[in-house]
């Protein structure tokens, strides 16, 4: 069993040029999908943290208001500055 050689024909190294092209559109379409798939992702998250963080700042005012009032109502309990 022997094996012949030729040497790659312009028609080829065409052939192989058209495979290239295809694999880099296909490689170009997964990249764009995954990179707007990606941007979605990170928006949400983003969204979503902005809104966490926005909640957890109304907590954190509500909180200090409250003690605002316990530290007003002690310093009127104890004849302190009012």
Known sequence: MTQE???ATK???EMLSLHISEYERKVDTF???TLGHFDKTVAALRRD???AGSGEIA???ATLREH???IRRLEQ???LIV
């Open 31 to 33: 990249k764009n999908l």
């Open 68 to 70: 605002d009032e316990r």
């Open 11 to 13: 028609g080829d190294f």
């Open 49 to 51: 943290l902005l809104r």
């Open 77 to 79: 309990h104890l004849g």
């Open 5 to 7: 050689h030729y040497p």
């Open 59 to 61: 907590n954190l005012r």
